[in-house]
């Protein structure tokens, strides 16, 4: 069977079930099925793929089907100008993320040496990106799940990050060590019972533990805001992502903690994506 033949019948099989990027979807797994680069699937649409590849990428399209995100299927997902590895145990990183890095590098830009802690680093996408720009600064991570601290160190490796990096499993309630320049996070914000609510891709296939937000959605965020005022500097700047309805309850307790709001910037769709705040008071 040709490429191109095996592509379309797998682009109207995923139409037919309201896969929006249906065609997009069947080449990027085509490219993964063959090994090969989605450029090369589309100028070489007349090669006859083989049977073992054929049914790898069969069974790639049948779980696409029910739903499983193209990010777990091919364990990979592109996050600034990074490739990084994922699987079912990580939060699959989104372009809105990106917005912490260009703040980071923004507000750092004239500074050395600067000590930070990433809270809930899941894939380690903003942590490791941030230090690939910078490699004179100094990263903490830490995070409850052990699957996420076992994702971060093969993209650490991956990406070749060796220095300025260490990684704690544990509940960020528990951890006590270090004083930090900068505290960066994207807690889960989704209120619990809006779970059910969530895109079958994200609902069914991505961690609760990085969605769920408790019963109004910002319970981990509380939990961060209170144990970042005690770990960072005096002068340091939280910087944290919210949902777009979440900005004022949100500075409300980043002032009950001691921090001043500098600025609430916006994502690619206009809506309010993170808070940066500067803690001014022990």
């Known amino acids: 069977m040709k490429l191109e033949t095996a592509i379309n019948t797998a682009y109207l099989n995923l139409k037919d079930n309201n896969i929006k990027s249906a065609l997009l979807d069947s080449e990027i797994l085509m490219s ?5 680069k989605r450029e090369f699937v589309i100028l070489n649409l007349k090669k006859e793929i083989d049977k073992k590849n054929f049914n ?4 790639m399209i049948a779980q696409r089907l029910k739903g499983k995100p193209i990010a777990y299927l091919t364990n990979k997902k592109f996050f600034w100008k990074y490739e990084f590895f994922v699987n079912n145990h990580v939060l699959i990183p989104r372009p809105d993320t990106e917005v912490i890095v260009e703040q980071v590098l923004k507000i750092f830009k004239n500074k050395n040496k600067i000590k930070f802690l990433d809270i809930g680093f899941g894939s380690g996408c903003i942590l490791l990106s941030i230090l690939k720009e910078r490699k ?5 991570g830490v995070d409850i799940s052990k699957h996420a601290l076992k994702v971060c160190k093969i993209n650490a490796h991956k990406l070749g990050v060796k220095t300025g990096i260490k990684l704690y499993n544990s509940d960020i309630d528990k951890f006590s060590l270090g004083k930090y320049d900068l505290i960066i996070s994207n807690p889960p914000y989704i209120k619990h019972l809006d779970l059910k609510y969530l895109e079958r891709d994200v609902k069914d296939f991505e961690p609760k533990l990085a969605l769920d937000g408790g019963i109004d959605g910002i319970s981990e965020i509380r939990k961060t805001i209170k144990k970042s005022s005690e770990l960072i500097k005096y002068g340091g700047k939280l ?9 004022y309850e949100v500075k409300r307790l980043l002032e009950i903690n001691g921090f001043y709001i500098n600025s609430v ?18």
Not at 136 to 140: L, S
Not at 239 to 247: D, P, T, V
Not at 265 to 282: F, G, P, W
């Open 56 to 59: 790898n990428f069969q069974n």
């Open 136 to 140: 004179d600064f100094q990263a903490t």
């Open 239 to 247: 910087i944290l992502e919210i949902a777009y309805n979440q900005k």
């Open 265 to 282: 910037v916006k994502d690619l769709a206009n809506n309010d994506r993170c808070i940066i705040s500067t803690k001014i008071k022990e």
């Open 32 to 36: 993964n099925a063959i090994n090969k």
